[in-house]
């Protein structure tokens, strides 16, 4: 009986200690491909699903509360011969200490994916070598998720994983797909986006994703007005990238996902003086100013 037990343990150790780090939803939308065989985008919304969550990104240990939940649309424009053209959109989102809330983090929508896709080749990440543009994608988000969910939790904590997203975009280049390169008309995308975060000019983004969630959103259990005060300070702290670079990539890209969150914080409970976060909003995101409008 004890050496049964001992063999149970050890099989919930080693299945704790090597659990993956994403729980990711996957949805594939071919609605417009009314002349090719649904199981195909079937079979690929569930190879990507299984990719995503079943790799293992890190060499540390995550329980399975501590996964992050991901999101990954797939939306297909075209099929020809098995190469796909698509848009993918990527949302993240982290739980709020001692409460129900998760905060979202990332909300992006790649506008420029092809990839070809053969239903029975199996997906396969190596870091050092471009294998398929759908793995270097995937893989490529997957390592945004994980830097910026860090970077949420500790100060330039995701550091590792954005450094292995920016890997990813230098062995893709030579791809010839679209969106690794910094020589294309689309300065939005992923080469623009990762070298951005790896920028000293951008680290305010970096720095208010921690001060927003970890020094403010995390302390509203116990001070609410604290905690709202915390994040309009993170605001002033992303408001450091207009001076130099007026609607940067990475101001959008905070925006997408925290407009409606920062209308809700600043809409009920303590007041707080907020004429000053409204005038910075307006300012750094004037496209939302209908949104900031409505903060009282």
């Known amino acids: 009986m004890h050496k049964l037990y001992s063999v149970l343990v050890a099989f919930l150790i080693t299945s704790v200690g090597f659990a993956q780090e994403l729980n990711a939803s996957v949805s594939v939308n071919a609605d417009r491909m009314t002349d090719v065989n649904p199981q195909i985008f079937r079979n690929l919304e569930t190879k990507v699903r299984e990719f995503l969550n079943n790799t293992k990104w890190t060499n540390e240990t995550y329980l399975p509360q501590e996964k992050i939940e991901c999101n990954f649309f797939i939306n297909v424009s075209k099929f020809n011969n098995n190469n796909i053209e698509a848009t993918l959109q990527v949302q993240s989102s982290r739980p709020i200490f001692n409460s129900t809330y998760s905060s979202p983090i990332l909300n992006v929508n790649d506008k420029d994916v092809s990839f070809r896709f053969l239903e029975f080749e199996q997906l396969v990440y190596d870091q050092n ?15 945004v ?39 294309e008309k689309n300065n939005n995308n992923r080469y623009f986006f990762i070298s951005d975060l790896m920028s000293n000019t951008y680290q305010p983004y970096r720095k208010a994703l921690f001060v927003f969630h970890n020094e403010g959103l995390d302390v509203m259990h116990e001070d609410l007005k604290k905690g709202k005060e915390i994040v309009a300070s993170s605001i002033d702290e ?7 670079r007026p609607n940067a990539l990475l101001t959008r890209a905070f925006f997408d996902a925290k407009t409606d969150e920062i209308v809700q914080i600043f809409t ?5 003086n907020t004429a000053d976060l409204v005038d910075t909003l307006n300012r750094i995101s004037p496209l939302n100013s209908s949104k900031w409008n409505k903060i009282r």
Do not use: H, M, R
Request: hydrophobic fraction near 40%; glycine fraction near 12%.
């Open 145 to 183: 998720v994980i830097g910026l969910d860090k970077d949420s939790f500790e100060e330039f904590g995701g550091t590792k994983y954005l450094t292995a997203a920016s890997n990813i975009v230098n062995v893709a280049q030579t791809s010839g797909y679209p969106g690794w390169s910094q020589g």
């Open 129 to 143: 070598s471009f294998t398929s543009n759908l793995v270097s994608l995937l893989a490529f988000y997957a390592n």
């Open 268 to 272: 009920g409970g303590p007041v707080t």
């Open 238 to 244: 992303l408001a450091k990238i207009q001076k130099s």
